[in-house]
């Protein structure tokens, strides 16, 4: 048997694993109840049931359905996602093992993925490195204040993009910095620390 | 008249310097990211939500609300000078309105089209000043299993609504029941799902899931797209449409506020179904279908008109049944708890100047509208050659400032780009994201209501077929389905949403 449509087969997949993992854990770690008074498990060990079937007939579907428009088009496979959450978990357990914060253990590992896809699989690039971007936006704000957070996010963003000059983005962040900074901590107060906190 | 009364009492408040000011600058939003294609309206009120826990709960709704119907304004401007809806229930737009640009006739289509919108405005908010109230009354006396029958109504209305596969559809409303799941459990005080992270004790933020999935996972997506904007300005000279235009696009103006104020009531309907309604409708009425898509001035008018309407009569069901039509009316019922107000029927005798400044402020953001952006539209055009390479990197900075700021704590931001991430695979996979967002704002209600009901009737689940009510609504959702599943009407269903720019 052939796929037909890879996205409805694909798509399909991912219901019925979500569906079954919020079934299977609720089954097994919270209390089922009764119709009358019902236990946290109840209802989304409901949901988790209808939405695997619901998956089934997109996966049957996938299969069943003349082919549909263009193909399934990622720009990376299930193996790459599987292989980047790993990175992330194992960095993040040895910072804890090394008795420094998980949040720099988060920031190494997407500093490798980062490298990885640039150099690996430059069409998830977009991707790849607007997720990073945001992540490290949040994770070095607290250490190293405004200024730094802001400064990973576009240029790491901005590298992510089409086409990426030195000079334009350092100009982008500059005039993007100062905007923040008039409106968000003068304006608006908002307590964000401007500088790395060793510098105060 | 109470109606009058009411509506005294509203402009009143909709009014006052202060909200004259939200006003303003939510209907100068909208506009801007009407303008601006890749960014809508949700991704806008998501990043201004966090913001608004600083304003008064009436500048607040009073300045989202502006950003939505504005951008239905800036849309159009995008569609008619440079063929790229600036939003996508502009994207009819660009077929006529284009070709009347191309034709030098740019300034009274985009007379037309403002015109068509500030009409379709007026009765939109006369409207929804008529109806709330007795729906308002009449859902003050629903009970859990009322409540719980209508989400399941506005659910499956929703995804019926929705493009692309219904079976998806469906998935990804209990995809996001289930997401909206996660947390501690009301009734039990038990934690569900939150694999032993504290952050998640509270759930997964709405913000946060709204800006990935609409935010971060568009902006990929657009990225993957080569930038091939090529602004073509023709010179909007003459703004004023002539007589025959106007004789011509009356009626169109008519019946696109009439099909675009239904379509916006019903639950998943808005501005976007609005606008492909109504331009299939003129191209059925026409006397000349054939001018279609080369310049017929009645199909700017008609989908125009419809998104504004449709953009406006959708905050009936959210400011009377506390029930989102859509993702936009979602983070609206976000703004309102942000506030500390429990969305519902009993907001408008509780909190009358909320209500009433809210609708009345619409007529008022409608008419600033008219008279602002006319004039401006030059510089709106301008703002399209900003290249993409900047816009981008901007947008990002402020989603993520906006999320920070939620709570201090980069684990939102981190939920965000997974959720980015997530909505950028849907999303490829052609599993609509609006769908899933109305799911995870009622999962938790939708529980609530199911429980309470099942506790009433000691588990009897006849129960939500025995109460008329409630009844109703278990009948309208199958007949619905039933509907949808019929081969004629399907294949009909997914004509109306290709109908895309040539």
Redesign the interface.
Known sequence: MRIKSPKDFWAGLMFIGTGLFFLIWAYAYYQMGTAVRMGPAYFPFVLGGLLAFLGLLVFIEGFALESTGEPLQLPFSFLDLVIAVAIFAVLIYLSTKAGISSDYGMLAASLVVSVLTVLYRPNAKALVLISVGCIAYGYVMKPLGLVAATAALVFISAFGGHEFKWKEVSILFVVLMVFSYLVFVKGLTLPFPMWPAAWS | MELFHNLILGFGVAISPINLLYCLIGVLLGTLIGVLPGVGPVATIAMLLP?TF?LNPVSALIMLAGIYYGAQYGGSTTAILVNIPGESSSVVTCLDGYQMARQGRAGPALAIAAIGSFFAGCVATLLIAVAAPPLAELALKFGPSEYFSLMVFGLIAATVLARG?L??A??MV??G??LG?VGT?V??G?L??TFGIPELSDGIGFVVVAMGMFG?AE??SN??L??KREVFLSKVTHLYPTKDDLKRSWASILRGTALGSCLGILPGGGALLASFGAYTLEKKVSSHPEQFGKGAIEGVAGPESANNAGAQTSFIPMLTLGIPGNAVMALMIGALMIQGIAPGPQVMNEKPELFWGLIASMWVGNLMLVVLNLPMIGMWVKLLTVP???L???I??F???G???LS???????I???F??LG??CV????EPAPMILGFILGPL??EN??RA??LS??D?FVFFQKPISLGFMVASAVLLVIVALPAIRAKREEAFVEEPK
Do not use: Q
Request: net charge positive; proline share 5%.
């Open positions: 913001i600083n596969s079976i998806k469906i998935a209990v995809f029941l289930l799941l459990d009734n039990s038990v569900r799902f971060t902006i990929i990225l993957d080569k930038d993409y390479r900047y981008f990197p901007s990002l900075v989603m993520a400032i999320v920070f700021s201090n704590n980069p684990f939102d931001v981190l965000m780009a997974v980015g991430v950028y695979i490829k996979l052609e599993c939708m529980e199911l429980r099942m506790l000691r588990g689940p």
